[in-house]
T-cell receptor, first 114, second 111 residues
Framework: NAGVTQTPKFRVLKTGQSMTLLCAQD?????MYWYRQDPGMGLRLIHY???????AKGEVPDGYNVSRLKKQNFLLGLESAAPSQTSVYFC?????????????FGAGTRLSVL | EDKVVQSPLSLVVHEGDTVTLNCSYE??????LLWYKQEKKAPTFLFML????IEKKSGRLSSILDKKELFSILNITATQTGDSAIYLC???????????FGKGTLLTVNP
């Protein structure tokens, strides 16, 4: 029972480099989310998707892009990494069609930008 | 804009103590309030509350929601070192199915 899987788990980038974080879920959830977590800031929503082929901006979208080409995958891209993007990134998925919208999280990706 | 405020931000107790964590919120169209526990890695779901005054309970953990006063509490009785974690509170807006998280409460339980 994999649930939500994030790759990679750790990454170090130099300023200006690009990278893509991959999130995969096997629960057939419609909704997927990307968050960043910084010390003392809680979880902040970067982008989210309500279905295959759709994406929307969250609270802190600047400097990030996303794509949802397949229902089970949600990609987060950094085109030109900056030190301010050093953070722990979490992906989550949910099925909001019932009485709840419980989000299930991946284990996170720790990113350092030097 | 939806808002969640948790208090205290950090708390240190001894094993066996009882703790109460607080969460107050502002949300346009309230649908639910969720509590998560975060240890080393991913936040894991604890409780979801949708109706006021109903207590959700799981072992030593319990939570209650007051929709009139716009807050929730999470109680942990007979704390253990394994309860050490960040506890996150989030509210769901019925209009957009997004969760707004508070900054969390860091609980440390010392032996």
């Amino acid at each position: 029972n994999a649930g939500v899987t994030q790759t990679p788990k750790f990454r170090v980038l130099k300023t200006g480099q690009s990278m893509t974080l991959l999130c995969a879920q096997d629960m057939n959830h419609e909704y997927m989310y990307w968050y960043r977590q910084d010390p003392g800031m809680g979880l902040r929503l970067i982008h989210y998707s309500v279905g295959e082929g759709t994406t929307a901006k969250g609270e802190v979208p600047d400097g990030y892009n996303v794509s949802r080409l397949k229902k089970q995958n949600f990609l987060l891209g950094l085109e030109s990494a900056a030190p301010s993007q050093t953070s722990v990134y979490f992906c989550a998925s949910s099925d909001p069609t019932g009485a709840s919208n419980i989000q299930y999280f991946g284990a996170g990706t720790r990113l350092s930008v030097l | 804009e939806d808002k969640v405020v948790q208090s205290p931000l950090s708390l240190v107790v001894h094993e066996g103590d009882t703790v109460t964590l607080n969460c107050s919120y502002e949300v346009t169209n309230f649908r639910s309030l969720l509590w998560y526990k975060q240890e080393k890695k991913a936040p894991t779901f604890l409780f979801m509350l949708t109706s006021s005054g109903i207590e959700k309970k799981s072992g030593r953990l319990s939570s209650i929601l007051d929709k009139k006063e716009l807050f929730s509490i999470l109680n942990i009785t007979a704390t253990q070192t394994g309860d050490s974690a960040i506890y996150l509170c989030a509210v769901e807006d019925e209009g957009n199915y997004k969760l707004t998280f508070g900054k969390g409460t860091l609980l440390t339980v010392n032996p």
